[in-house]
């Protein structure tokens, strides 16, 4: 379902009380997940009332495709993680937005999916910063 045209996109509060943004692809917020146990990127395409994948246009799902591809091999070279998940859920934030876990055969987690598994950690300052600046090196971001 999309809002109407003149709506404003922002990001859902949930997804912002959760998430580092670390600058902007030409169709996508990204984000990084501030729960350490995992390195986490989301992308929320900038487009209001945008809850499905579908509810995007045909160009625009063909550029998200593209710009999670580009993310996740940002994520895997900055990782070297043993496997990527990616993943549209919004049962709880309906906003869309795509989940790209960097995942270890030894994580908190493996193999069950990372969600209520072990509680979050929060990053060290100095850990968060270097992530988002390898990350955004990867993707060539400016901003944040």
């Avoid at 993310?71 to 709880?92: E, M, P, S, Y």
Wanted: net charge neutral.
């Amino acid at each position: 379902m999309i809002l109407e045209s003149g709506s404003a996109w922002f990001l859902h509060p949930q997804l912002a009380a959760d998430t580092a943004s670390i600058g902007d692809l030409p169709l996508s917020r990204v984000l990084i997940v501030t729960d350490a146990n995992y390195p986490w990127l989301i992308l929320a395409p900038r487009r209001a009332g945008a809850i499905e994948i579908i509810d995007l246009e045909q160009g625009e799902q063909a550029t998200l495709m593209q710009e999670i591809a580009r993310a996740a091999h940002a994520l895997k070279a900055v990782t070297r993680c043993d496997k990527l998940n990616i993943a549209t859920l919004g049962n709880v934030v309906p906003q869309l937005h795509v989940h790209i876990i960097a995942r270890r055969r030894d994580d908190a987690a493996w193999p069950a999916p990372v969600w209520g598994h072990v509680a979050p950690r929060a990053y060290e300052k100095d850990e968060l910063d270097r992530f988002a600046r390898a990350i955004r090196r990867k993707l060539e971001l400016v901003g944040g």
